[in-house]
């Protein structure tokens, strides 16, 4: 079940429920389309009215913490036109149906299709309902039923709840990615090294090398002809939690960065400060974390008056910082990502993906004891 909010418990889960698979064996094909984008099924006049604005506003917020800003994800508008064209989208990754209960046109019938007699009623009296339905058609699919009284309270619901749609999208589309990105194999050898010597792991691609490993930093990289793709993990024992601000993980990265992140040519990686830089707090693997996306340089060191002397070129990063309880360790997972003439949002999504693998040696028991 994807994430949801304002909905209405239990009527409208049981009526979306109702539509989905419920073999345990699911033998249908996998959905298709491009990761990172989102249909989004609307009628056309409302698509370029306030609700569809709303809609944009959300799933397609910038990221601007890219080198370039990107949309968070990219957007397919369609209406329903014919049984045949339903079919086909049918068959899509990410769909969203948007329309107000009222609404007489082909996507408002088919919300008043979705939802029982009880649960309409319950709209009608001015409750708006954003609810996620995994696999309704094919595997490894997301499907959104976004549906309000009248047009204004669901531009309205969109405006105040879609940070949760794309949130849900966010979680869905790096599932998928961990299932594409290690289907070709993993090094599980090298992951229970890193279990063995660091007490964590991380999944490692079949053609991810070690960079560097030592005492309390372990660095993996993926270097291509045109681009290169890096993720490190660095942890303090006894680390104090209350000691992780925004202002000393820019700092600590920074340091790691200089003595570990070289150039071949010289210099070092370091935080951009002039590009935009943010740090929000997060659950990260079930821990009170702190996610922090920005753009990183090469620099060769600063002037008297503290810029940055850039020595070459750049790109994203996002890190992870947290205490992890059962070892008293405060955690660094860092990816990086260098790619210059590509749009980066969705190089930087594979290395989230990456992050959310780790694990420590507590975790990996915990996980066969409950077996």
Same mark, same amino acid.
């Given at each position: !079940? +994807?994430?949801?909010?304002?909905?209405?418990?239990?009527?409208?889960?049981?009526?979306?429920?109702?539509? +989905?698979?419920?073999?345990?064996?699911?033998?249908?094909?996998?959905?298709?389309?491009?990761?990172?984008?989102?249909?989004?099924?609307?009628?056309?006049? =409302?698509?370029?009215?306030?609700?569809?604005?709303?809609?944009?506003? =959300?799933?397609?917020?910038?990221?601007?913490?890219?080198?370039?800003?990107?949309?968070?994800?990219?957007?397919?508008?369609?209406?329903?036109?014919?049984?045949?064209? @339903?079919?086909?989208?049918?068959?899509?990754?990410?769909?969203?149906?948007?329309?107000?209960?009222?609404?007489?046109?082909?996507?408002?019938?088919?919300?008043?299709?979705?939802?029982?007699?009880?649960?309409?009623?319950?709209?009608?009296?001015?409750?708006?309902?954003?609810?996620?339905?995994?696999?309704?058609?094919?595997?490894?699919?997301?499907?959104? /039923?976004?549906?309000?009284?009248?047009?204004?309270?669901?531009?309205?619901?969109?405006?105040?709840?879609?940070?949760?749609?794309?949130?849900? @999208?966010?979680?869905?589309?790096?599932?998928?990615?961990?299932?594409? !990105? @290690?289907?070709?194999?993993?090094?599980?050898?090298?992951?229970?090294? !890193?279990?063995?010597?660091?007490?964590?792991?991380?999944?490692?691609?079949?053609?991810?090398?070690?960079?560097?490993?030592?005492?309390?930093?372990?660095?993996?990289?993926?270097?291509?002809?045109?681009?290169?793709?890096?993720?490190?993990?660095? /942890? &303090?024992?006894?680390?104090?939690?209350?000691?992780?601000?925004?202002?000393?993980?820019?700092?600590?990265?920074?340091?790691?960065?200089? &003595?570990?992140? =070289?150039?071949?040519?010289?210099?070092? &990686?370091?935080?951009?400060?002039?590009?935009?830089?943010?740090?929000?707090?997060?659950?990260?693997?079930?821990?009170?974390?702190?996610?922090?996306?920005?753009?990183?340089?090469? &620099?060769?060191?600063?002037?008297?008056?503290?810029?940055?002397?850039?020595?070459?070129?750049? +790109?994203?990063?996002?890190?992870?910082?947290?205490?992890?309880?059962?070892?008293?360790?405060? /955690?660094?997972?860092?990816?990086?990502?260098?790619?210059?003439?590509?749009?980066?949002?969705?190089?930087?999504?594979?290395?989230?993906?990456?992050?959310?693998? @780790?694990?420590?040696?507590?975790?990996?028991?915990?996980?066969?004891?409950?077996?």
């Amino acid at each position: !079940m +994807g994430s949801f909010t304002r909905f209405v418990a239990p009527l409208l889960f049981v009526a979306v429920l109702a539509s +989905g698979c419920l073999s345990d064996v699911d033998h249908r094909p996998e959905a298709i389309g491009e990761e990172g984008r989102v249909t989004v099924v609307m009628d056309t006049n =409302q698509w370029n009215g306030p609700i569809g604005e709303a809609v944009r506003g =959300q799933l397609m917020a910038a990221i601007n913490t890219l080198p370039a800003p990107e949309p968070s994800f990219d957007l397919r508008n369609t209406h329903i036109r014919s049984q045949s064209q @339903f079919a086909e989208l049918q068959k899509q990754k990410n769909l969203v149906f948007v329309a107000p209960l009222a609404d007489s046109t082909q996507e408002g019938r088919f919300i008043n299709s979705v939802f029982s007699p009880d649960a309409k009623q319950a709209i009608r009296n001015g409750t708006s309902a954003i609810v996620g339905r995994r696999n309704v058609w094919r595997r490894n699919q997301q499907v959104f /039923y976004v549906t309000a009284p009248d047009a204004n309270h669901l531009a309205d619901a969109i405006r105040t709840d879609g940070m949760a749609l794309r949130d849900s @999208f966010n979680v869905v589309t790096r599932e998928r990615l961990h299932r594409e !990105m @290690f289907e070709r194999g993993r090094q599980r050898e090298l992951e229970e090294a !890193m279990l063995q010597n660091h007490g964590f792991a991380v999944h490692a691609q079949h053609d991810y090398l070690v960079a560097t490993d030592t005492t309390d930093f372990f660095w993996l990289r993926r270097i291509l002809p045109d681009t290169w793709r890096s993720l490190f993990v660095h /942890y &303090i024992e006894n680390g104090d939690p209350s000691a992780i601000t925004p202002d000393w993980i820019y700092a600590q990265r920074d340091s790691l960065a200089q &003595i570990y992140l =070289q150039g071949n040519l010289g210099g070092w &990686i370091a935080i951009d400060y002039r590009r935009p830089l943010e740090t929000k707090q997060v659950s990260f693997l079930g821990r009170y974390a702190f996610e922090t996306r920005g753009l990183w340089i090469m &620099i060769d060191g600063y002037t008297d008056d503290g810029r940055p002397i850039v020595a070459g070129s750049g +790109g994203p990063f996002l890190t992870y910082t947290f205490y992890d309880q059962d070892s008293g360790r405060v /955690y660094f997972v860092d990816g990086m990502v260098f790619a210059p003439g590509f749009e980066k949002r969705e190089f930087l999504r594979q290395m989230e993906v990456i992050a959310h693998t @780790f694990r420590t040696r507590e975790d990996v028991s915990t996980s066969l004891a409950s077996r």
